[in-house]
C-alpha cells in the first residue's frame, strides 16, 4: 500500500516537472523559479536512486543518462528526408506559385510560410506517446541514432501530452520531423566557455548545434542547451491530415515546440510582405534563419504534385541574402573591457553588411588571429548573425606588406602592466583602477539586465569617470543635482531623470546585483542561483570555494572567481558604499517561498538507510523544517534509522509521531 502510493507520487512529481519543463522551454513562461525546479527534478532523483525499478525511459531525471558513446548507429528512415529547392528572388518564387498551381490545375493555392531556421534537421520516433529514438537527417536515405542525446534537449518531450495524441487517433508509432538549432544565447555562452578553457570558437550557431550533436558525451550535450522546433509529423509515412497548418497545432497539443512566426497565406502579394517583414525582424530574433520555407497546406496536394529526385514540389525555400561581405583590415588594437581583458579588435574600411555600415570587428583573442593567419592590411571576408557583432570569417587576399599585431606589454588605456595567466587565452590589464575598465564596469552595472539604470550611456560615463565624478559603481549613488548638470548635454530635466532612475535602482533583487557587479564567470543564470541558494550579499561573500561548488551550475572555475573577488580589499570596500546607500543585499521574502515542512521541527536519530544525516538535515531545512538535536514536547517528529539511542524511547513517552525514511522522503514530496 505504502509502495503503491510512492510509487504514484513519483508519477505525480514526474508529470509535475514535465509540466514546469514545458512552461519554461517550450512556452518560455515559467510559473516556478529555477531553484524550486531543481529542487523538484532533486528529490525526484532521490527517489528514483531508492527505487530504482521504477525509473522509466520517459522521466525527465533520464534527460542525461548513460555512459558516453563510442559512435553513432546507422539508422534507416523509413520516408526518406529530402531536401528543398532554394531560390533568391521573387521573380523564381512567382515561378514557382505558378508551376504549383498549374500542376494542382487550381487559380489560388493556399500557402504556410514558415522561417527556414538555420540549424540541422531531425527525425524524432515516438512509441506510445514516449520518445525512442532521434535520428540526423544523414544523406536523407539514412542518418547516424542520436537519441541520447536528443533526450538532453529540454523542449523535446520525452512524452507527449495525451490530448494531442488523441487528436491523431493515439496511434501506437509516429514520427516528427524539425530542426534542431542554437540561439545566440547559447552560442555565446558556448564560445566564451570555450574560450575560456582555451579551446577554438565555433564558427556560427549551426556549426556549433551540429558539432554538439556528434558530441559523445550527453552532458556535454546537456551543457550547450540546444532547442529544437518540430515542422512535420508523420503517421504512417504520412502527414493524418487535410491540412499542414492542422499538424503544426497538433504538434502544438502534443507539447511540441512549434516555431510561432508561420503564416497561412493566400495571395502572392502576403508572401512578399512576408518576406520583407523577416528579412528585417530576423535580427531580433534570439536565433538564426537563412531564408523562408513556403509549403503547400492542403496535405492531399503533396501527394498529386510529387516529388523530384531530392525534393518535393510542394515546398521551395527563398534564401535571404547572405550578411557578408569583404574588406580591408585598416588596423588592430587591444581594446580594453571590464575585467580588464585586451580583445584584439580589427578596425575595418567601412562596408555595408545587409543594410547596416560596419567599420569594426571583433577578433576575440590572439588564438583566433593564428587561426585566420590575420594581418593588417589583408582583405577579408565578414560576417553578421543576428544582433551578434560582426565577425571576421577568413582572409581573402593576404597583403603582401600586411603587418601582424602584436597585443601590447602595457594598456593602451592606463599603461598598467598587461599580462597572460597561466592556461587562459586572454591577455589581461592588472591595473584594477583603469579607467576603462571601470567604464566598462558602469555600463555594465547599469544595463537592462542588471542595475537597469536608463539614460547611463558610454557618453555619460565617458564624462563621469574623465571627471573623477565616480571612481567605482557606489559612486553612482552619491551623485548630485549639481554635478550632473555640469556636464555637457545634460539639462536640469535629464539630471533630475538620471538621479531617479540611479535611486529606483536600489530596489533591483538580489540576483540582478550579483550579476551587476561584474564577477568575472557570474552571468545572469549563475547570479540567480547564487543568490536562492545563500538568500543575501554578505553570505556569499564569505563562503568558501566548497560551499559555492554546492551550487548549482557553479563549477571550480567560478567558484574561484568568485572567492577572490570578494577577497580583494577594493570590492569589499565597494560593496560597503553599495550597502550603505541602501541596494539590496538579502533576497525579497516573497521569493523565498515557505516550504511544505515550514514550522516542522524534526530530530533525527540512529542511521538512515540512504540518506546521510547532513544529507536529511539539508533536505528538511530546504522544505522549511527545522533540525535540532533532542527530544522535547516541541518536536513535531522524530525520524528514525537503524540502532536508535534513547531519543527514540523519549518520542514513544512523549507521544511525538515517528518516521522512517520512507516516511520522511514521503513528506519532503
Ligand atoms: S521542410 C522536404 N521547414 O532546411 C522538406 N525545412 O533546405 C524539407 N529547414 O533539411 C524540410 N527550417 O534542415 C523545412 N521550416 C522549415 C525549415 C526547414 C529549416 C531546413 C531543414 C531542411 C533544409 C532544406
Redesign the pocket.
Known amino acids: 500500500m505504502v509502495a503503491k502510493t510512492l510509487r504514484q507520487q513519483i508519477e505525480k512529481l514526474r508529470e509535475e516537472i514535465r509540466r514546469h519543463e514545458y512552461l519554461y522551454y517550450v512556452k518560455n513562461e515559467p510559473e516556478i523559479s529555477d531553484y524550486e525546479f531543481d529542487q523538484m527534478m532533486k528529490q525526484l532523483a532521490e527517489l528514483e536512486r531508492q527505487h530504482p525499478e521504477w525509473v522509466t525511459p520517459d522521466s525527465p531525471t533520464q534527460r542525461v543518462g548513460g555512459t558516453p558513446a563510442t559512435e553513432f548507429p546507422t539508422v534507416r528512415h523509413a520516408v526518406p528526408?529530402?531536401?528543398?529547392d532554394?531560390t533568391y528572388s521573387l521573380e523564381e518564387l512567382a515561378d514557382w506559385d505558378r508551376r504549383v498551381r498549374e500542376l494542382a490545375g487550381r487559380s489560388s493555392v493556399e500557402y504556410v510560410a514558415?522561417?527556414?531556421?538555420?540549424?540541422?534537421?531531425m527525425s524524432l520516433i515516438y512509441e506510445d506517446g514516449v520518445l525512442v529514438r532521434g535520428v540526423t537527417?544523414g544523406d536523407g536515405t539514412q542518418g547516424e541514432d542520436v537519441t541520447a542525446n536528443v533526450k538532453t534537449i529540454r523542449s523535446v518531450p520525452l512524452r507527449v501530452a495525451s490530448e494531442g495524441l488523441a487528436r491523431m487517433g493515439s496511434p501506437r508509432r509516429f514520427e516528427v520531423?524539425?530542426?534542431v538549432i542554437m540561439t545566440l544565447e547559447s552560442f555565446r555562452r558556448a564560445n566564451a566557455e570555450r574560450e575560456a578553457a582555451g579551446q577554438p570558437r565555433f564558427a556560427n550557431p549551426r556549426n556549433a548545434a551540429a558539432g554538439t550533436m556528434r558530441q559523445l558525451d550527453p552532458k556535454i550535450v546537456a551543457s550547450r542547451r540546444l532547442d529544437m522546433?518540430l515542422?512535420?509529423l508523420f503517421v504512417e509515412g504520412r502527414v493524418p491530415f487535410a491540412k499542414h497548418s492542422e499538424a503544426l497545432e497538433v504538434l502544438s497539443l502534443m507539447g511540441f515546440k512549434v516555431?510561432p512566426h508561420?503564416r497561412m497565406i493566400s495571395r502572392f502579394e502576403a508572401l512578399k510582405d512576408y518576406l520583407d517583414e523577416y528579412e528585417t525582424r530576423r535580427e531580433k530574433l534570439d536565433y538564426e534563419?537563412?531564408g523562408?520555407?513556403v509549403?503547400v497546406n492542403d496535405t492531399r496536394l503533396w501527394d498529386e504534385l510529387g516529388?523530384t529526385a531530392k525534393?518535393?514540389r510542394w515546398?521551395i525555400?527563398y534564401k535571404y541574402p547572405a550578411r557578408q561581405a569583404t574588406t580591408r583590415v585598416l588596423d588592430i588594437r587591444a581594446q580594453v573591457g571590464r575585467t580588464g581583458t585586451l580583445t584584439p579588435v580589427a578596425d575595418l574600411e567601412p562596408v555595408d553588411l545587409g543594410g547596416v555600415t560596419v567599420s569594426h570587428a571583433t577578433l576575440h583573442n590572439m588564438d583566433e588571429i593564428e587561426r585566420l593567419g590575420v594581418k593588417i592590411g589583408d582583405t577579408v571576408l565578414l560576417q553578421r548573425a543576428g544582433e551578434v557583432i560582426p565577425q571576421i570569417v577568413k582572409v581573402v587576399r593576404s597583403a603582401p606588406d600586411g603587418r601582424p599585431f602584436r597585443m601590447p606589454s602595457h594598456c593602451p588605456v592606463c599603461g598598467g602592466d598587461v599580462r597572460r595567466a597561466e592556461g587562459e587565452v586572454a591577455y589581461r590589464c592588472v591595473n584594477a583602477a583603469c579607467p576603462a575598465q571601470l567604464k566598462e564596469s558602469l555600463l555594465h552595472f547599469a544595463g537592462r539586465r542588471a542595475m537597469d539604470i536608463e539614460g547611463l550611456g558610454e557618453a555619460l560615463v565617458d564624462q563621469l569617470v574623465d571627471r573623477g565624478l565616480v571612481r567605482d559603481v557606489a559612486d553612482l549613488y552619491r551623485l548630485t543635482p549639481a554635478q550632473l548638470t555640469a556636464l555637457e548635454r545634460m539639462g536640469d530635466k535629464s539630471a533630475h531623470n538620471l538621479l531617479e532612475q540611479i535611486a529606483a535602482s536600489k530596489k533591483v533583487g538580489l540576483a540582478r546585483l550579483i550579476y551587476a557587479l561584474g564577477i568575472r564567470y557570474v552571468g545572469e543564470r549563475t547570479a540567480q542561483f547564487l543568490a536562492e541558494h545563500f538568500g543575501s550579499l554578505d553570505k556569499i561573500s564569505k563562503a568558501t570555494q566548497e560551499e559555492l561548488l554546492a551550487v548549482e551550475e557553479v563549477g571550480p572555475k567560478i567558484a574561484t572567481s568568485i572567492v577572490e573577488f570578494f577577497a580583494e580589499k577594493r570590492n569589499r570596500a565597494v560593496l560597503e558604499k553599495l550597502r550603505q546607500a541602501g541596494l539590496q543585499f538579502e533576497q525579497r521574502a516573497e521569493r523565498k517561498r515557505l516550504g511544505k515542512l515550514a514550522g516542522k521541527q524534526f530530530v533525527l536519530t540512529g542511521t538512515l538507510p540512504h540518506l546521510s544525516r547532513e544529507e536529511a538535515s539539508r533536505r528538511i531545512e530546504e522544505a522549511g523544517g527545522r533540525v535540532t538535536g533532542s527530544v522535547s514536547k516541541r518536536a513535531d517528529y522524530v525520524v528514525v534509522g537503524e540502532d536508535p539511542g534513547s531519543k527514540l524511547d523519549k518520542a514513544r513517552a512523549l507521544g511525538i509521531p515517528i518516521l522512517s525514511e520512507a516516511d520522511l522522503l514521503h513528506l519532503l514530496k
Do not use: H, Q
Not at 528526408?81 to 528543398?84: A, E, K, V
Not at 514558415?114 to 534537421?121: M, P, V
Open positions: 528526408m529530402l531536401s528543398l532554394n514558415e522561417l527556414k531556421l538555420d540549424g540541422l534537421s537527417r520531423r524539425g530542426e522546433f515542422y512535420f516555431n508561420y534563419i537563412d523562408i520555407v509549403k516529388t525534393s518535393p515546398a525555400a
